[in-house]
């Protein structure tokens, strides 16, 4: 039985492809560092590996999911275009493919041929669907795929649902893995039907590290990609804080979700594609909270709301992302201070016309 797995994929739409990506999921608690994806051509030949990093959040059942944003992900040209889960220690846990299968010529999964997925997406596919697992379990075999449909990044796919294991399968930690690994919520945990979150967005101190201070509108809190922005969550009852998970939302709710499980410091190397979260400081029920925009973020009106156990805390206002030419992991960055002055933050200028 597969019990990490993938979840949703994203490779193909309309015009330019956008939010390509693969999501993984899993038994809560599962710490996918020095876990990686594989990506295949149909050849055989490995084209990219995505290293990725985070502990699976307890979203439904004791199961989570995080989607990985992997840009430039292969259609499945000719003989379809594959992927491998491999574990921290080398072992392949799964070796999928789309629209064809084949065997692997080198990389973890060579010599091993492919499963392929009874699903695929077109060049007319919206930029916002996906193909995803629906069903009923706790265990890939238990599911079967679906799409394209509208994506749940980072969330549960609409039409599965996760069930909880009789027995705990997730591989046994290290006594070194297990200092690593953000806590599950203890026995006392408060009850999460019967708990309360309120939110302090730090409007004030998160717009002038964003260098959109200057904006008029000052209710709205207004970010810049690729970028961190600082929120404290005061709870009503004590919690571990890295059993939560944060997700953003695009606005309207059709578009993608990104979500983070909370780590309990802040990671060693933080990718810019990816949207973190980590414990800044605690003071009594209160957590000071980091959150990092991923680089490639859309831009547009988000949602914020946390997950804790099997409830959703909807926040309810609304944050703006733009884009950043102050960082150079953006695709927009400018690296000269008298452009970015003339360009971005100056709001009166001439425009030159005719000859």
């Keep these: 039985m597969t019990e990490v797995f993938f979840n949703e994929i994203h490779y193909e739409n309309i015009l330019f492809d956008r939010n390509e990506g693969v999501e993984v999921a899993g038994p809560t608690g599962t710490d996918l560092a020095g876990w990686a994806i594989h990506l295949y051509e149909g050849n055989g030949k490995v084209y990219n590996i995505k290293k990725l990093d985070g502990v699976l959040p307890?979203?439904?059942?004791?199961?989570?999911?995080?989607?990985?944003?992997?840009?430039?992900?292969?259609?499945?040209e000719k003989h379809?275009?594959?992927?491998?889960?491999?574990?921290?220690?080398?072992?392949?846990?799964?070796?999928?493919?789309?629209?064809?299968?084949?065997?692997?010529?080198?990389?973890?999964?060579?010599?091993?041929?492919?499963?392929?997925?009874?699903?695929?997406?077109?060049?007319?596919?919206?930029?916002?669907?996906?193909?995803?697992l629906v069903g009923k379990g706790s265990v890939y075999e238990d599911f079967t795929w679906k799409g394209p449909v509208p994506s749940s990044y980072g969330g549960l796919n609409k039409g599965q649902t996760f069930v909880a294991k009789r027995r705990h399968v997730a591989p046994v930690p290290t006594p070194a893995e297990e200092?690593?690994?953000?806590?599950?919520?203890?026995?006392?945990?408060?009850?999460?039907?019967?708990?309360?979150?309120?939110?302090?967005?730090?409007?004030?101190?998160?717009?002038?590290?964003?260098?959109?201070?200057?904006?008029?509108?000052?209710?709205?809190?207004?970010?810049?990609?690729?970028?961190?922005?600082?929120?404290?969550?005061?709870?009503?009852?004590?919690?571990?804080?890295?059993?939560?998970?944060?997700?953003?939302?695009?606005?309207?709710?059709?578009?993608?979700?990104?979500?983070?499980?909370?780590?309990?410091?802040?990671?060693?190397?933080?990718?810019?594609?990816?949207?973190?979260?980590?414990?800044?400081?605690?003071?009594?029920?209160?957590?000071?909270?980091?959150?990092?925009?991923?680089?490639?973020?859309?831009?547009?009106?988000?949602?914020?709301?946390?997950?804790?156990?099997?409830?959703?805390?909807?926040?309810?206002e609304p944050i703006a992302v733009l884009f950043n030419p102050w960082a150079e992991a953006d695709d927009v960055y400018m690296p000269d201070p008298a452009q970015r002055e003339e360009y971005v933050n100056n709001e009166n200028g001439a425009i030159w016309v005719g000859s």
């Design 58 to 76: 307890n979203l439904q059942s004791g199961f989570g999911m995080i989607f990985f944003y992997i840009p430039k992900m292969k259609n499945g």
């Design 179 to 316: 200092a690593h690994t953000p806590a599950h919520p203890p026995a006392h945990a408060a009850d999460p039907a019967k708990l309360t979150l309120e939110i302090n967005m730090l409007t004030e101190e998160n717009r002038a590290a964003h260098n959109t201070a200057l904006y008029h509108n000052t209710e709205m809190l207004v970010l810049r990609r690729a970028n961190d922005f600082k929120i404290k969550i005061t709870s009503s009852e004590d919690i571990d804080p890295t059993a939560m998970a944060l997700r953003l939302a695009v606005i309207p709710g059709k578009g993608p979700k990104i979500s983070a499980s909370i780590e309990r410091e802040k990671p060693a190397n933080v990718d810019r594609k990816q949207f973190v979260a980590y414990v800044a400081n605690t003071q009594g029920k209160t957590y000071t909270i980091i959150l990092g925009i991923p680089a490639d973020a859309i831009i547009g009106s988000y949602t914020l709301s946390a997950i804790y156990g099997n409830h959703s805390f909807d926040f309810s």
């Design 80 to 132: 379809g275009s594959g992927l491998a889960l491999v574990d921290n220690e080398g072992r392949l846990r799964q070796f999928l493919s789309y629209e064809g299968k084949f065997t692997a010529e080198e990389g973890p999964a060579k010599g091993v041929q492919s499963v392929e997925i009874h699903a695929k997406e077109k060049s007319t596919s919206s930029w916002s669907s996906s193909l995803q």
